[in-house]
């Protein structure tokens, strides 16, 4: 029943700009840091960017920093990863995650959203 589901993904041409979204269902954010990580096939899971439960503090992977952008609106329930001037080594599925900061709760993982960067 706890559910995130990830959408904005697609084919982007290089240097283009997408941005992810990813929507809580079934619980609230209110008190979860949350995470993207991306993979691509055949490589290692890489975690792209966490935002505390607040959204006052951000870490970015050195590979995406200063071209993706994390926030979180606690009010829609949703964390969002603006991707601009995009790669094609950006070319992954990305995940979203929530990392509850109170004890009792498990961590969630959405689904994953496919982002192609080619031209």
């Known amino acids: 029943q706890l559910q995130l589901v990830e959408s904005g993904g697609g084919l982007v041409q290089p240097g283009g700009s997408l941005r992810l979204s990813c929507v809580a269902s079934?619980?609230?954010?209110?008190?979860?840091?949350m995470g993207w990580f991306r993979q691509a096939p055949g490589e290692e899971r890489e975690g792209v960017s966490c935002?505390?439960?607040?959204?006052?503090?951000?870490i970015y992977a050195d590979s995406v920093k200063g071209r993706f952008t994390i926030s979180r609106d606690n009010a829609k329930n949703t964390v969002y990863l603006q991707m601009n001037s995009l790669k094609p080594w950006d070319t992954a599925v990305y995940h979203c995650?929530?990392?509850?900061?109170?004890?009792?709760?498990?961590?969630?993982w959405g689904q994953g959203t496919l982002v192609t960067v080619s031209s």
């Open positions: 995650n929530a990392v509850p900061v109170r004890m009792g709760y498990l961590e969630v």
């Open positions: 079934g619980f609230t954010l209110d008190y979860y840091a």
């Open positions: 935002i505390s439960a607040s959204g006052s503090s951000t």
